[in-house]
């Protein structure tokens, strides 16, 4: 584990990003529109190689078929799939969503929908990590302006995909108006620079569901409408990038139990890919918390201590992206919660769009940094290298460190 050199790895972007964010952008209320729907957005159900899913909230009647066409290609054929829909919850909306399934990988899409004229831009995710590619991970959004320029900030470092860890709107399972200002924002400002749209992955926050924790699937009705692609029969999901990438979503008791059948799917999943080049995890609740204490019996994190962080440590996790502390913190590389090179390193801790003060590395020895700032993070895979370049809300740096290779999982 090495830190690396701010100034050389990012040279002279940092200034440029932060003079060419433009002001918080305020959030449209309202009925979506039936045109150009404003809360569309990508995720995935299925390998991101092949497969790309679309979703927005709308209101038509009728349910369109998405056309597909590769992009930049004279003449190519355009293949129609057939939306699916669903209520959105407590409301007369729906949500609606196409699968697309049989693409190549590492490719450039367009698509439409239906009888309208406007026209949207993806890409596939490569099989092979033969380039340097980014994703952004963060937590804990909202529907506020600072969430609007984290946003901005994010979609300006040509993420290839976000992972959002929970807390994205707060809808605490009835605010259907919040899931809808939610992906407004997304989809305003989650555009790459040659125009593609940005998919989001997600995992489950206690601000997803009525009364937070140790509830059930009825419980996140307008979280699981839009995500239940992925979480089809359980509240936490891992999803292979080709042969390179593995990301482990994970459920911090919201749902589904941390310890019992979560932890026997986890020592299955986290086994089988325990050879991966990168194998990161991100949940919600964190297993060393920067705001709120770690100690007693129900203390923030006790079970993901107990129960998970032993398996992230044996199978050779690279990094468990944590959240819901709304801070900036790293911890050290850590093995049994104590500093240990080989150990674990867990980023976090959810400050897209929420803030509180952290303590301070000298009261929580767990902590490497820490940081009082709107941030996201920013993963940057270079072969075997990874770079984790946390960002404030502003474009400045607030952390930028990096691991290298494999730790030796242990067998067993
Ligand atoms: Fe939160
Ligand atoms: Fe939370």
């Not at 002279?12 to 932060?18: E, N, Q, R, V």
């Not at 993806?122 to 320029?149: E, I």
């Not at 470092?157 to 976000?162: A, G, H, K, S």
């Amino acid at each position: 584990m090495l830190a690396v050199d701010r100034r050389s790895f990012l040279g002279t972007s940092i200034p440029g990003l932060a003079a060419a964010l433009v002001g918080p952008a305020l959030v449209r209320a309202g009925a979506p529109s039936a045109q150009r729907p404003d809360t569309l957005f990508l995720t995935w159900q299925r390998d991101p190689t092949t497969t790309i899913t679309v979703q927005w909230i709308g209101t038509q009647s009728e349910v369109p078929d998405v056309y597909v066409s590769k992009w930049g290609a004279t003449g190519a054929a355009w293949s129609a799939t057939h939306a699916s829909v669903r209520p959105f919850p407590l409301t007369n909306l729906r949500v609606f969503r196409v699968e697309v399934t049989g693409l190549l990988p590492d490719t450039e899409y367009q698509f439409r929908i239906g009888t309208q004229p406007a026209t949207y831009r993806f890409r596939t995710m490569p099989v092979k990590a033969t380039d340097t590619f980014s994703f952004v991970s963060g937590g804990d959004c909202g529907v506020n302006a600072h969430a609007a320029v984290v946003n901005a900030l994010a979609a300006k470092q040509d993420p290839r995909f976000v992972v959002i860890g929970g807390d994205l709107a707060y809808d605490n399972g009835s605010s259907p108006e919040s899931v809808l200002g939610f992906l407004r924002s997304y989809n305003r400002h989650m555009t790459d620079s040659a125009g593609r749209l940005v998919p989001m992955l997600a995992c489950v926050g206690n601000h997803e569901v009525a009364g937070g924790y140790s509830r059930s699937r009825a419980d996140a009705p307008l979280f699981l409408s839009l995500f239940d692609g992925l979480f089809r029969d359980t509240s936490y999901a891992a999803l292979d990038f080709g042969d390179y990438l593995s990301l482990v979503l994970l459920d911090t008791g919201h749902v589904s139990a941390i310890g019992g059948d979560q932890t026997d799917w986890l020592r299955k999943v986290l086994s089988e890919r325990a050879d991966r080049p990168h194998l990161i995890v991100a949940n919600h609740v964190p297993a060393y918390p920067s705001y709120r204490a770690p100690d007693g019996s129900d203390g923030t994190g006790a079970d993901n201590r107990k129960y998970w962080c032993p398996l992230f440590e044996r199978y050779g996790v690279d990094a468990v992206l944590e959240h819901h502390d709304h801070t900036f913190k790293r911890t050290h590389p850590l093995t049994g919660g104590l500093r240990n090179r080989y150990g674990v390193p867990y980023l976090g801790d959810g400050s897209w769009g929420q803030l509180r003060a952290p303590n301070s590395p000298e009261k929580r020895p767990y902590l490497a940094a820490v940081g009082q700032a709107y941030h996201m993070t920013v993963h940057r895979l270079e072969g075997e290298q990874r770079y984790h370049i946390a960002m404030e809300e502003g474009g400045k740096l607030a952390d930028a460190y990096s691991t290298c290779g494999k730790r030796p999982a242990k067998k067993g």
